[in-house]
């Protein structure tokens, strides 16, 4: 993957993440703030409740005590201090002054607990109340069963004493908890409360009522009714009414109990998720379109940041290759004054110095070139010239000295003469044979055909005495066709084969090798004479440079460039005492784009 790509990979994560850690932020903070705003609403419902129920019990309060402070209260409680008692004489007193006080119960009670008059069910008198009367009585309105024709229902109650004689009478009454208690309640938008009446064994969904009677699908919120059975104490539960998570509704029990704190009642307030729903949901589609135009906006301005930051990278790298290409005049244009102007700048200045001390390498190359080549024509010229000296000198002091004996010396020396002087015209060859090299005729050849030519060329030598006979061991390999110059190949080669024999002068086992890699073919040429040292391979190919007594060191030069004519490469491995190989490293070109 490219920087740019990579940096614009970067870039679009980054938004990507940004994005998405904003709306898990605010998603978080809506929920919590939704979460703790709808604890304060339902705390809020249930103190109202309270309040309402506490507001309502003082009420009941007054109107028992006014029904209490009555001249009807007080002629019962008289008349139920002296025997007998006439319990017919007051059937219907108490459904009227209920019905005068708005109160939906009402009862009077001599002090041994005999009902005298009951509105809720006027067949009770003379019969014993089920809830206990005594001086103790409760000053504060309380939540009470109350039993009637057509079952049990529960209310909030009072009790007052009617104190007319020696003996007191008991007016105890009060209201239903009802629906119309429920209404009676200021509920907020998507909130609701119920009421369920804990007065049997059995849980009956018809004892669970809202305002408007009783609650449908009641059979989902009864678990938390069992629950607050066992445990008597606030609870809440998430209720998931259909797969919309929007029709979610949170719902918060709280215990309503008795005079002995047994659970009567259970007040329930349910919270509608709908708004923290629809919220979350448009959260979510502001931060997929946040995303979304981030995303864009992020793929422009890192295209436009990365083809900034790119540009500049990019056209180092083109003028790098350019430089490794041997184009050392490269420069890159400067168009900023930060990091990356100061890199290419650095690049440019490099590039100068490159090329001021090439230009001065290449000069002390050349000087060093010349001096060598003065060297070694001063030592070549110098070894045929000392006898051509003798021989002139014997020449004069023959002539001065014996003139009779002088054409004997003149035919010997005459001989030494043209022996030295073709000796030089040897040398002088050579130097100009290696100084015209001639361009590599390309065209397909098969290397293991050259190979096997070169090796048939030298079979008379290799044999040529018995005591220095030298193996040759052929490891051709199968090769692709190759375009090349087959007679530049073929000198090479014999040139790297005349070296090994020169090099085990005493016999040994000269190796040649081929084989195929890819797109590059290599041969080998390999001996098992006395090596050479690390220096001596450092410089072997250089022109001239010879480790032996009689060479011309140019051998190893013109094979090095036949090989560097072809586009290959070669390379020397050998340990002193190891033997030394030759390792010729050319490309594979197909034989039709050969020319």
């Not at 051509?388 to 014997?394: A, D, P, S, Y």
């Not at 030519?453 to 005591?467: H, I, T, Y």
């Amino acid at each position: 993957m490219s920087f740019r790509r990579r940096l614009l990979s970067v870039f679009a994560l980054t938004v990507l993440l940004s994005v998405a850690a904003v709306a898990l932020i605010v998603s978080w903070a809506t929920r919590r703030a939704f979460s703790r705003a709808n604890e304060q609403r339902t705390t809020a419902l249930a103190a109202q409740f309270r309040h309402e129920f506490s507001r309502r019990g003082e009420d009941i309060v007054q109107r028992i005590q006014a029904i209490a402070a009555g001249d009807t209260a007080t002629r019962m409680a008289l008349a139920s201090a002296s025997e007998p008692h006439d319990y017919g004489a007051y059937l219907g007193t108490a459904k009227a002054l209920a019905e005068s006080q708005q109160l939906d119960y009402l009862e009077f009670v001599d002090s041994q607990g005999v009902i005298l008059s009951s509105a809720q069910w006027p067949g009770k008198f003379g019969y014993k109340e089920s809830f206990p009367v005594s001086p103790a009585f409760p000053k504060d309105a309380f939540l009470k069963p109350e039993e009637l024709p057509d079952g049990v229902a529960l209310g909030l109650f009072a009790v007052r004493p009617v104190i007319a004689g020696d003996k007191p009478l008991y007016v105890i009454g009060g209201r239903t908890l009802d629906k119309n208690f429920l209404a009676g309640l200021d509920l907020p938008t998507g909130m609701r409360a119920m009421l369920y009446q804990n007065l049997g064994g059995d849980i009956s969904p018809q004892r669970l009522i809202d305002a408007e009677g009783p609650v449908e699908h009641a059979e989902q919120i009864l678990p938390v009714v069992q629950r607050m059975q066992k445990q008597p104490q606030e609870t809440s539960a998430l209720l998931h009414w259909s797969g919309n998570a929007a029709d979610d509704e949170a719902l918060h029990a709280f215990p309503l109990t008795g005079q002995d704190n047994q659970l009567l009642g259970i007040l329930l307030v349910g919270s509608s998720r709908r708004e923290y729903v629809e919220l979350r949901r448009h959260i979510r589609s502001a931060a997929l379109l946040g995303g979304g135009v981030g995303l864009v906006l992020a793929i422009l301005f890192s295209g436009w940041a990365a083809g900034r930051v790119t540009r500049p990278v990019e056209q180092l790298a083109a003028a790098a290759r350019d430089v490794t290409a041997g184009k050392w005049s490269t420069q890159v244009p400067v168009t900023s004054a930060d990091e990356l102007g100061e890199l290419a700048e650095s690049f440019n200045r490099m590039t100068r110095d490159l090329l001021d001390q090439k230009e001065r390498l290449v000069q002390s190359e050349r000087v060093a070139a010349w001096r060598e080549l003065a060297r070694r024509l001063a030592h070549e010229l110098k070894n045929p010239l000392f006898p051509l000296q003798l021989t002139v000198e014997n020449l004069v002091r023959a002539r001065q000295r014996s003139p009779e004996q002088f054409d004997e010396v003149f035919r010997e020396s005459s001989e030494t003469l043209l022996t030295e002087i073709a000796n030089l015209k040897g040398i002088i060859g050579r130097f100009s044979e290696f100084s015209k090299m001639p361009q590599p005729q390309i065209q397909p050849v098969q290397l293991n055909e050259i190979v096997q030519n070169v090796a048939r060329l030298f079979q008379a030598q290799f044999r040529a005495s018995e005591a220095t006979a030298i193996g040759c061991r052929m490891e051709l390999g199968t090769l692709d066709p190759i375009a090349a110059d087959p007679e530049l190949l073929h000198r090479a080669l014999s040139n790297l084969v005349l070296n090994a024999m020169d090099a085990m002068p005493q016999g040994g086992t000269l190796t040649l090798r081929t084989r195929q890699e890819s797109d590059r073919v290599f041969a080998e040429v390999a001996d098992t004479g006395s090596g050479l040292t690390p220096e001596e391979c450092e410089r072997i190919f250089t022109p001239y440079y010879t480790s032996k007594a009689h060479g011309t060191g140019l051998g190893l030069a013109i094979v090095q460039s036949v090989v560097s004519d072809h586009g290959g490469r070669i390379s020397v491995r050998s340990e002193p005492g190891q033997g030394t190989a030759f390792i010729i490293e050319l490309p594979k070109t197909q034989a039709g784009q050969a020319h």
